[in-house]
């Protein structure tokens, strides 16, 4: 098929570079032309596994091309895929919808025949009506433009992956038509075995909101679990593995730590719990809150568990080394960052602050200038009194502790998100302290 992918991003680029991946002919519509230049060479503007190499691929193959004009796009394909931004609203709840509704009011008024437009955006439910009623208004076919919700569920750091080979796909529809498009878009994944849910729109789009904030639910949950731990003397990584083995409930997800960031979990909870509160299910929204403050209490937590490492030594004055920038691993996005709200907090409170990141400097850079940042992890441990672990990137589970036991000035290691097994660490002269697991 002949497909565009209107907004370059962290949802559109892969999606885009996925699409020629399946055998499609793909344009890639984005408002930025440095943007689209770089992304024409074949260069990433984004990391993501596996993405360069992809995007390199099909812009050398010619499948896959990228434009500023929005009018090549309507003319070429047959299929457009609405990929751009929802960030939170300013009222700090809801979806900002307004690029999803600027692209529909650029791409409709060149729609001349018929076509398919599929919503990857992430909306608030009834938006799809919304997106329906003026894409057919303003665009020359009318009726013959079918709309479509079919939510992501990329994992950063997994997005190629996921793209290709994702666990499901949903599909809000309202015409035999748009279901058929649907089908043939994805033909070689359905083929290849994944599941389809073909859904009304209504569902589609709950749905979406729905898995994101039973994740965020989960990690709120364990980590108010490993409260429990700190205050009572538990272990909460022993509560992982037994609630883990029961098939109700299972460990995925369930990994104590600093709370949840990013462009998707932190939104989309809020937007569910706006949702819910104005779909009338008040006692819904008083548990999806609580999930919120929970995550958002997650950087007190871990300046405690600080503060009790450092003993009598104040946070003020103390050299910092903070591992991890990102999010999460296998991203360089820093988008509501718990590793750097924590170390914005530390700088706040007067230590010196040194971040390390395996990909994620250069964004981190411009997201907080007032600190400081390295790329060479043994340098970055030089003279610090205490190290903090805050972003779980294999990297760091994969160090020689004997290698770095030298480096600072005292050899504290205060784990924030419970990944490593202390025990090599210890042996090699570190104390370690863990969240929600006893000091030894």
């Not at 569920?153 to 498009?181: M, N, Q, S, W, Y």
């Amino acid at each position: 098929m002949r497909v565009s992918v209107i907004g370059c991003g962290h949802l559109g680029i892969p999606h885009a570079a996925a699409m020629a991946e399946l055998g499609h002919e793909v344009i890639g519509v984005d408002v930025d032309q440095t943007k689209v230049d770089r992304l024409n060479a074949g260069e990433c503007p984004i990391y993501e596994a596996g993405l360069p190499e992809l995007l390199a691929r099909h812009t050398q193959s010619g499948r896959l091309r990228f434009t500023t004009d929005i009018r090549m796009a309507a003319d070429f394909a047959e299929l457009h895929f609405i990929g751009v931004g929802t960030p939170i609203d300013a009222d700090g709840r809801s979806y900002d919808t307004a690029q999803v509704f600027g692209a529909i009011r650029q791409l409709a008024p060149h729609l001349d025949r018929a076509c398919t437009i599929v919503g990857k955006s992430t909306v608030t439910v009834g938006t799809t009506t919304q997106v329906t009623a003026l894409a057919q208004r303003l665009a020359p076919a009318g009726d013959r433009v079918d709309v479509v919700w079919n939510p992501e569920f990329l994992r950063e750091g997994h997005a190629v992956e996921d793209t290709l080979r994702p666990d499901r796909l949903i599909a809000g529809v309202t015409t035999a038509e748009g279901e058929k498009a649907i089908r043939a878009v994805y033909a070689g994944i359905i083929d290849a075995g994944v599941p389809i849910f073909v859904t009304d729109p209504q569902t589609a789009e709950l749905a979406k909101g729905a898995a994101n904030t039973f994740l965020g639910l989960k990690i709120s949950y364990i980590n108010a679990v490993a409260d429990m731990c700190d205050a009572a003397g538990g272990d909460v990584s022993q509560i992982v593995d037994i609630l883990g083995i029961d098939p109700r409930i299972g460990a995925g997800g369930m990994r104590p730590g600093i709370g949840y960031g990013g462009g998707c979990l932190p939104k989309d909870v809020r937007a569910f719990t706006a949702s819910a509160r104005q779909l009338g299910a008040d006692r819904a929204a008083t548990l999806l809150r609580a999930a919120e403050e929970i995550n958002e209490n997650r950087t007190d937590v871990a300046l405690g568990l600080i503060t009790r490492a450092l003993g009598d030594r104040p946070i003020k004055g103390a050299r910092i080394t903070v591992l991890g920038a990102a999010f999460k691993p296998g991203t360089n996005d820093v988008r509501e960052s718990p590793a750097l709200a924590l170390s914005q907090a530390l700088h706040q409170a007067g230590a010196t602050i040194t971040v390390h990141d395996p990909q994620a400097v250069p964004t981190a850079m411009v997201r907080n200038p007032e600190l400081d940042f390295t790329d060479d992890l043994a340098a970055s441990l030089d003279g610090a009194d205490l190290v903090v672990l805050a972003t779980e990137w294999p990297e760091y589970r994969q160090v020689d502790p004997h290698a770095l036991a030298g480096r600072p000035a005292n050899p504290l290691l205060v784990d924030c998100r419970t990944t490593l097994d202390p025990e090599p660490w210890r042996l090699a002269g570190w104390t370690v302290h863990q969240l929600g697991r006893p000091a030894k």
